[in-house]
């Protein structure tokens, strides 16, 4: 299996929180970028709905090789991994797994974030005893 770090924790906060959301309610596209109103994971990661949109047109146009090469050049991935990903997520569900793993980057990001507050209040307590 790809390492679903390497595509998904690229996806800024709140890509991740609404895919993470979807995944929950189970309102993720199979087979497509984009089905109806829902998108594929990969997919919730992009900037906009233009992207979106040219991922569809690659799909369909060229392939979904290129469609995929796209899709990691947006997120600073690697191809291979994206496609591998998107393979295997059309082919079974991986919900509940793939679920767990974006839980565990999200944890990781919010205790990032309480660190450096923590970080930041120390130094802000500094700089505020050196001014007395």
Same mark, same amino acid.
């Given at each position: 299996m790809t390492s679903i770090s390497s595509i998904f924790a690229r996806f800024q906060n709140l890509n991740l929180v609404f895919l993470i959301e979807d995944l929950r309610r189970g309102l993720t596209a199979r087979g497509s970028w984009l089905e109806h109103a829902n998108l594929c994971p990969v997919a919730h990661g992009m900037p906009d709905g233009d992207t979106i949109e040219h991922l569809e047109y690659l799909n369909q146009v060229r392939s979904l090789d290129a469609a995929c090469t796209f899709a990691a050049r947006?997120?600073?991935?690697?191809?291979? @991994?994206?496609? =591998?990903?998107?393979e295997?997520? !059309?082919?079974?569900? =991986?919900?509940?797994? =793939?679920?767990?793993?974006? @839980?565990?980057?999200? =944890?990781?990001?919010?205790? !990032?974030?309480?660190?450096?507050?923590?970080v930041l209040a120390l130094d802000t307590a500094v700089t505020l005893d050196e001014y007395r």
């Open positions: 947006v997120l600073g991935a690697r191809p291979g @991994e994206v496609e =591998l990903f998107v295997r997520w !059309d082919e079974a569900p =991986l919900a509940p797994w =793939l679920l767990e793993e974006l @839980e565990q980057i999200w =944890l990781e990001r919010v205790e !990032d974030a309480k660190c450096m507050q923590e």
